[in-house]
């Protein structure tokens, strides 16, 4: 990279932290005032820098409408699905990438099984919220109010003897997930398929997207799929900073 775009670029961090004067950009950069002055200029005339009234500089709008753009075209199944190819390689059993949106989980990816048994699921298919994995880290990492109001609201069907009951134990179970970073299913939708499941995460910490491992007692026991866990966090791991733009799709597991 050349010196000049490189002190353009580290001029945007700096102001990340608040407004400061042509000095002070100066200081951090370690050059004369004339070319944190000509950086500063070159940066304002693409809407980068905005110089306000009392002569301190701070990001300008441009700035955010291009991360929003970005953002916004960010698809998370374009980047995960690689990892999640890759996860189901090592192995076997079925792997699903899910989001939430409009209060639906969806599936969105999907990597089926080796085996010959196997879950039954599609992409586009709205998951048990009360039960599913990936639903429970998804609504997990919901601000405290929204999330205790979706759990009064929600309706708690019995499917097996192992799924939740009520709202109460829902947020009690939401909590613990929020808190380990990580979640499960067993037997709570399904008496014969367990699942467990890892967030993927954006720049900001907020969840954009939840993974999951799913597969039959026939084929694995619950404690065995649980000794997968560390192989699906760090798989989710690498699709986060993937999809935050913080390390290069080699790191993978």
């Given at each position: ?136 880290l998804l609504l997990a990492d919901l601000p405290e109010p929204e999330r205790r109001a979706l759990a009064e609201k929600l309706d708690y069907p019995r499917y097996t003897p192992r ?91």
């Open positions: 990279m050349s010196q000049t775009v490189d002190r353009a670029l580290s001029i945007l961090p700096l102001l990340a932290e608040g407004p400061a004067d042509l000095g002070q950009v100066a200081e951090r950069l370690g050059v004369h005032k004339s070319t944190a002055l000509r950086l500063l200029r070159t940066l304002h005339e693409h809407g980068l820098v905005y110089r306000q009234s009392d002569q301190r500089y701070r990001l300008g709008a441009r700035l955010f409408a291009l991360a929003q753009q970005a953002v916004e075209n960010l698809d998370v199944r374009d980047i995960a699905h690689p990892h999640l190819v890759r996860l189901n390689e090592e192995c076997g059993h079925t792997v699903h990438l899910a989001v939430y949106e409009e209060n639906e989980v969806l599936y969105i990816d999907k990597v089926d099984s080796r085996y010959p048994v196997r879950m039954y699921s599609r992409i586009g298919k709205p998951v048990a919220l009360t039960v599913a994995a990936v639903a429970k799924s939740t009951p009520n709202a109460a134990a829902f947020l009690t179970e939401l909590a613990l997930v929020r808190e380990q970073g990580w979640a499960t299913d067993l037997g709570g939708h399904e008496e014969s398929i367990n699942c467990v499941a890892a967030p993927v995460r954006g720049a900001d910490g907020r969840l954009v997207a939840a993974m999951s491992v799913s597969a039959p007692n026939v084929v694995v026991s619950a404690d065995e799929l649980l000794t997968l866990l560390p192989l699906v966090r760090r798989t989710a791991d690498v699709i986060s900073r993937e999809y935050s733009g913080n390390s290069p799709a080699k790191d993978a597991p």
